[in-house]
């Protein structure tokens, strides 16, 4: 079957390459979203097939003939006034396809310059950008669709810049009788063109993500398991100041492990939509590596939980979010989209 192909396709192409964790890559921004609907499920959330174009920007293939004409803006207050947003739209062209263009952006503000005497020589900016365009088709019965997106990145960092080419492969399954919709994502599969320095190429930041969600049949309640970066096995963090500990007393040293548990449960994120009217849906997620590296064992924080909710009113879908990170706080999310086709009819 064809589509299997394109699922043995999808897996070749990301196990080519080895990614890398945490701080090890370049333009991680790209993993940043700024759909509320998707923050407030985990921050990651690829396995739901409706109108929301907000969920193309992680997986292209859920791009559909519904989503032609949507205009979708999403927007972040971020910590140390960091701000980012995205904005997409779609165009669905029969035969052909789905399409979509959109922006992804990321504004660190403004920095003092100085020497290194302290003297202050004037300001500067930075910031972060990816332009990309998505596409997506079904197969003959329709349960199946691909898609795929290409971006280029612009990184302008004070005196260093950088430019890049990212790409996403996609696959998912959607089951409208039963409600069930499972997808296969490769994200930031590329290369930086330009490097910040001479002869340094650094890694994109490369994901497998998987997902699987269904909505319960007598319930008006769809819940979602997603696997992340399943590209790599091991993604824990241990802190370097507390991986051994040497008892003052007897001099016995104790090395910090994470078990065989831990080290799983940092892959998934388990996540809710309680759909009360088709007007108006809760939302909630648990994202246990958030958990499991931003939490503080002195104090309590609510790190790795997100909530939310999804509002319609008129031709406007209305979406907050809030992601609880750390004991310092969290980020609220906004989100608006709408079809400008509902305007001009």
């Not at 795929?148 to 960092?157: C, G, M, T």
């Not at 959607?174 to 490769?186: C, F, G, H, K, P």
């Not at 590596?289 to 209305?318: C, D, N, R, V």
Request: glycine share 8%; with cysteine.
């Amino acid at each position: 079957m064809n589509y299997c192909k394109y699922a043995a396709l999808l897996l070749l192409l990301s196990f080519q390459a080895v990614a890398q964790i945490g701080g090890s890559n370049t333009y991680n921004f790209l993993d940043l979203t700024a759909a509320a609907r998707t923050a407030a499920l985990g921050g990651t959330f690829i396995s739901v097939k409706d109108n929301d174009l907000n969920l193309a920007l992680q997986n292209p293939s859920l791009l559909n003939p519904s989503m032609d004409g949507e205009l979708a803006l999403g927007a972040v207050s971020y910590f140390g006034g960091i701000t980012y947003g995205d904005a997409a739209f779609a165009v669905d062209k029969k035969a052909v396809g789905t399409f979509m263009a959109s922006i992804h952006y990321v504004d660190y503000g403004s920095f003092t310059e100085t020497d290194n005497t302290a003297a202050i020589l004037g300001s500067f900016k930075a910031s972060e950008y990816a332009f990309s365009l998505g596409w997506a088709h079904p197969f003959a019965d329709s349960l199946f669709s691909i898609g795929a997106q290409i971006r280029f990145i612009d990184s302008q960092l004070y005196l260093y810049n950088s430019y890049g080419l990212a790409g996403d492969i996609s696959a998912t399954y959607y089951d409208s009788e039963r409600e069930w919709t499972i997808a296969l994502v490769a994200r930031n599969i590329g290369s930086q063109i330009k490097t910040y320095t001479p002869q340094n190429n650094e890694p994109l930041p490369l994901e497998v993500m998987a997902a699987a969600s269904k909505r319960l049949k007598h319930v008006p309640f769809r819940f979602t398991i997603t696997a992340r970066h399943l590209e790599q096995w091991d993604i824990s963090y241990i802190d370097p100041t507390t991986a051994t500990v040497v008892d003052p007393i007897t001099g016995q040293t104790t090395y910090t492990t994470i078990s065989f548990g831990d080290k799983l449960m940092r892959h998934f994120i388990f996540s809710g939509e309680i759909l009360l009217s088709k007007n108006f849906h809760l939302r909630v997620a648990y994202n246990d590596e958030q958990k499991a590296e931003m939490s503080i064992p002195t104090a309590s924080s609510g790190a790795g939980w997100s909530f939310g909710f999804g509002l319609k009113i008129y031709h406007f879908q209305l979406s907050y979010g809030r992601a609880i990170y750390s004991i310092a706080g969290g980020s609220n999310f906004f989100s608006l989209t709408t079809n400008i086709h509902d305007f001009i009819h």
